[in-house]
């Protein structure tokens, strides 16, 4: 079940502090962030952020596309390796 929509989306003030000062400036410097639950708005659009997937920090670049989404959705946590099985030769 999704958040509440009397709610609305869940945004990181500290995050969303940041983009604003990046926009008022007009730079697009990469922002490092552990927010995975944090919901991508409009105003995050052309920026590069830098999801923690739990190891390492991972490049996520926003589009038109992301909006409404999560930006842990696109920082993977686990590799599939393949099911079991014999090895390839």
């Known amino acids: 079940m999704g958040r509440s929509t009397k709610k609305g989306p869940y945004v990181d003030p500290k995050l969303y502090q940041k983009v604003e000062k990046l926009n008022d400036v007009g730079r ?7 927010a995975r639950a944090c919901t991508i708005i409009p105003e995050f659009v052309g920026h590069t952020f830098m999801v923690h997937n739990g190891k390492a920090h991972l490049k996520v670049f926003v589009t ?3 909006v409404g989404h999560r930006l842990g959705e696109f920082s993977p946590t686990r590799n599939f390796r393949g099911h079991g099985g014999k090895a390839k030769k």
Do not use: G, Q, R
């Open 28 to 34: 697009k410097d990469p922002l490092t962030t552990w």
């Open 64 to 66: 038109e596309d992301m």
